[in-house]
């Protein structure tokens, strides 16, 4: 009987688990994703993404909508547009509250936010 092939195979075991250990990412949040620009509503209103990630919004009712930032100084709103997309990176971890200026306001109505991690 050969003890060393035995005597290896927990070994292998072991390392196998520990190398699977390693490859998992603490981050579950996507690096991109979408948010659906509907008629009078944001779909999600909530989206995750990781830092360093980008949001599109896709219009695909038949009002006009926009993407206007609460407290973003410096960044870009979205067109008033009925069709169309709208891309927005971010680069540091934050929540980022948004609203459509014709069918909303910062807290009710049409508005939604972006949680980055």
Do not use: E
């Amino acid at each position: 009987m050969n003890l060393g092939v035995r005597r290896s195979v927990p070994v292998l075991l072991v390392a196998g688990l520990a190398f699977t250990g390693l490859s998992c990412s603490d981050s579950t949040a996507p690096n991109a994703t979408t948010v659906q620009v509907k008629d009078d509503l944001f779909d999600p209103t909530s989206a995750s993404i990781a830092a360093g990630g980008t949001v599109t919004w896709q219009w695909g009712g038949s009002n006009q909508h926009n993407v206007t930032w609460v407290t973003q100084s410096g960044t870009s709103d979205s067109p008033t547009q009925v069709t169309g997309t709208y891309t927005r990176n971010f680069s540091g971890a934050g929540t980022f509250d948004y609203y459509c200026t014709i069918h909303g306001t910062a807290t009710s109505g049409m508005h939604g936010s972006v949680a980055v991690q």
